[in-house]
């Protein structure tokens, strides 16, 4: 009896022996092929490796290469959905010229109310001549106004605006201003503008 248990344990021996051994090479053969990459890709399924030997088999990752040239600009997109309208910003601070006015022009004259600062009166003295009443404190022999004409309710063409310096025909204080057509004839037919900085 003891000689069979004797006999049965050098058996398994040899064989753990065997299987150690036969595990031990395939292990061994395995990692050098991974090692020395004799693989061939696609040829054993990912799922029979370990994470390690894949990741011998990919290798190193190289350097980038260079960038290539700059590909054709695209077509331009569908213009997107207006957006909301934002809120009124505070109004401006005031502007700087101490006067304004428009004058309608013709044989009667008047001032445009909703465009004009600081200016009284405007009179009709003569064909194409006016002179225009400033508010207190704006001197006219110490200032000098700019003129412009508006095209829009002048009729004519060539039309001309000046400032008389010397007033003339107005009263002192008052701002006298000549209207022309080219042909240098006095015309009533000239809407103004003057402003006083």
């Not at 600081?118 to 000098?144: M, R």
């Not at 006298?176 to 080219?182: A, I, K, M, R």
Request: glycine share 14%.
């Amino acid at each position: 009896m003891t000689r069979g248990l004797g006999r049965f344990a050098r058996q398994n021996t040899i064989a753990l022996l065997a299987l150690f051994l036969a595990l031990g090479g395939t292990s061994f053969a395995a990692a050098s092929l991974i090692n020395g990459s004799q693989i061939k890709k696609h040829t054993i399924a990912k799922n029979r490796l370990t994470n390690k030997a894949i990741k011998q088999l990919k290798g190193n990752r190289g350097p980038a290469g260079p960038q290539g040239p700059q590909g054709p600009t695209g077509a331009q997109g569908a213009q997107g959905v207006q957006g909301a309208q934002g809120v009124q910003g505070p109004p401006g601070p005031a502007g700087s010229a101490r006067a304004y006015a428009y004058v309608s022009g013709g044989a009667t004259p008047a001032l445009d109310t909703a465009r004009t600062k600081n200016f009284s009166a405007v009179s009709h003295v003569g064909t194409g001549d006016y002179c225009l009443t400033p508010a207190a404190g704006i001197d006219p022999t110490t200032t000098s106004p700019a003129l412009s004409v508006d095209w829009s309710n002048s009729s004519g063409s060539d039309l001309l605006v000046f400032w008389r310096a010397s007033g003339l025909g107005c009263s002192a204080g008052q701002f006298e201003v000549l209207t022309y057509n080219l042909a240098s004839v006095r015309t009533d037919s000239v809407a103004f503008t003057i402003l006083v900085p």
